[in-house]
């Protein structure tokens, strides 16, 4: 017997002692059972409150509040803040501005919908045929995909306007 199959020999063995001492899974009688409650900080809260308080067709404080949401979630890693500005988004009234396109765009991109951001972004692209946000997204996203030569040609739409991107 070699010494991978000696190993498996003795992990089969003991797997019915361990198996016995290892807790028995929660089944909640009802799917309202609440299992766990997530704390809420105080940014979290003040972005909420102004959620509530925003009329549907005020873009630029809606807008303000994606950010809000977008740099907390990134400060946090806590992707459910990204949720909560997604659906700040989809909220709006329509016609979405272009600027709620990319940022939505960036949202999809964070949980990898890239087909849906790269639709986005074309359709924010004529109204903002310049903005190097875009352009650097669009950019990371075709590299994820393994699109080289498309993402180079994102990237040469940058040259000459780091001023822009660090602004």
Do not use: K
């Not at 924010?124 to 993402?151: F, K, M, S, T």
């Amino acid at each position: 017997m070699n010494g991978v199959a000696a190993l498996l020999a003795g992990l089969l063995a003991v797997a019915p002692a361990v198996a016995g001492t290892l807790p028995t899974p929660l089944r909640p009688a009802s799917p309202d059972t609440v299992l766990l409650v997530l704390p809420e900080g105080g940014a979290e809260q003040a972005l909420q409150r102004r959620a509530r308080a925003l009329a549907a067709d005020d873009w630029p404080a809606r807008l303000e509040l994606v950010r809000a949401y977008r740099n907390l979630s990134r400060n946090r890693a806590d992707p459910r803040l990204d949720g909560q500005a997604e659906a700040l988004l989809q909220a709006g009234r329509v016609p979405a501005p272009s600027e709620a396109l990319v940022l939505e765009a960036e949202l999809r991109q964070v949980r990898h919908d890239f087909a849906g951001a790269l639709s986005l972004l074309d359709r924010a692209e004529p109204a903002r045929p310049r903005d190097p946000q875009l352009a650097l997204l669009r950019a990371q996203i075709l590299r994820v995909q393994g699109r080289y030569d498309p993402a180079r040609q994102a990237c040469l739409a940058l040259l000459g306007r780091v001023g822009e991107l660090a602004s």
